[in-house]
T-cell receptor
Framework: DAGVTQSPTHLIKTRGQQVTLRCSPKSGHDTVSWYQQALGQGPQFIFQYYEEEERQRGNFPDRFSGHQFPNYSSELNVNALLLGDSALYLC?????????????FGAGTRLSVL | QQQVKQSPQSLIVQKGGISIINCAYENTAFDYFPWYQQFPGKGPALLIAIRPDVSEKKEGRFTISFNKSAKQFSLHIMDSQPGDSATYFCAAKRSGGSNYKLTFGKGTLLTVNP
C-alpha cells in the first residue's frame, strides 16, 4: 500500500518564478492538506482540499493556490516566488470519515528559491 | 501568536533513559493532540495521539500525559534508544465546524546517545 507520494523531491527556482508541486494521497483517502515547513520550524497549514474544493485556508497569501483532481490527487501552486518561500512543502492525506483527524504525511518537496 | 508552545528545543538523553517533551496550548477548543516523529529527509509520522477525556495514553514505550486544567500535555519515551533520535512535534486540532488544520509546535530535536 503506497503512502502519500509527492513530486518532485527537490526543486530550485528563481525569485518571481512560479512552481507547481504534486501530491498523491494514501489509498482510500479523499482529503489533502498542504503544509509549509521552514527550516527548524513546525509545519504551518496552508490549506485543505476536499471534494475538489478548498475548505479551509491558513494565513498564506493568494500567491498560494491549489487544486484537487477527481482521483483525489492535488497540486500546490505558488506564484511570484519570494526568497522566503524556500521551505519543505508537505502534503498530508486523510479520510473524511471515521478517524478523520489522522493525517498521514508525505516526505515533502524541498523548494529552494534563489 | 503561537498557539502551541513546545519545549525543550533540543534534548540529549543516554540510551535507556527517559525522554520528556512538553507542550502547552492556549486554545481551549482544541480536542485532539497528536505527536509526530520526523527523521531527516522524511515527512512527519504519527506516533501517538490523545483526546482531553483521558489523562494518559500509552503505546509501547511512548506515553502521552494530558493535564486539561493546565492546558499542557507531554510525551514520555521510556527506555530511549538511539533509533529514537529524531525531531518530535506536538500538535493540536479543534473538531467541528470548518476546522481541519493541525497546529504544530516548533519541534524538539532528540538525540539518544549509545
Amino acid at each position: 500500500d503506497a503512502g502519500v507520494t509527492q513530486s518532485p523531491t527537490h526543486l530550485i527556482k528563481t525569485r518571481g518564478q512560479q512552481v507547481t508541486l504534486r501530491c498523491s494521497p494514501k489509498s482510500g483517502h479523499d482529503t489533502v492538506s498542504w503544509y509549509q515547513q521552514a527550516l527548524g520550524q513546525g509545519p504551518q497549514f496552508i490549506f485543505q482540499y476536499y471534494e475538489e474544493e478548498e475548505r479551509q485556508r491558513g494565513n498564506f497569501p493568494d500567491r498560494f493556490s491549489g487544486h484537487q483532481f477527481p482521483n483525489y490527487s492535488s497540486e500546490l501552486n505558488v506564484n511570484a516566488l519570494l526568497l522566503g518561500d524556500s521551505a519543505l512543502y508537505l502534503c498530508a492525506s486523510s479520510f473524511d470519515g471515521l478517524a478523520k483527524n489522522i493525517q498521514y504525511f508525505g516526505a515533502g518537496t524541498r523548494l529552494s528559491v534563489l | 501568536q503561537q498557539q502551541v508552545k513546545q519545549s525543550p528545543q533540543s534534548l540529549i538523553v543516554q540510551k535507556g533513559g527517559i525522554s520528556i517533551i512538553n507542550c502547552a496550548y492556549e486554545n481551549t477548543a482544541f480536542d485532539y493532540f497528536p505527536w509526530y516523529q520526523q527523521f531527516p529527509g522524511k515527512g512527519p509520522a504519527l506516533l501517538i495521539a490523545i483526546r482531553p477525556d483521558v489523562s494518559e495514553k500509552k503505546e509501547g514505550r511512548f506515553t502521552i500525559s494530558f493535564n486539561k486544567s493546565a492546558k499542557q500535555f507531554s510525551l514520555h519515551i521510556m527506555d530511549s534508544q538511539p533509533g529514537d533520535s529524531a525531531t518530535y512535534f506536538c500538535a493540536a486540532k479543534r473538531s467541528g465546524g470548518s476546522n481541519y488544520k493541525l497546529t504544530f509546535g516548533k519541534g524538539t530535536l532528540l538525540t539518544v546517545n549509545p
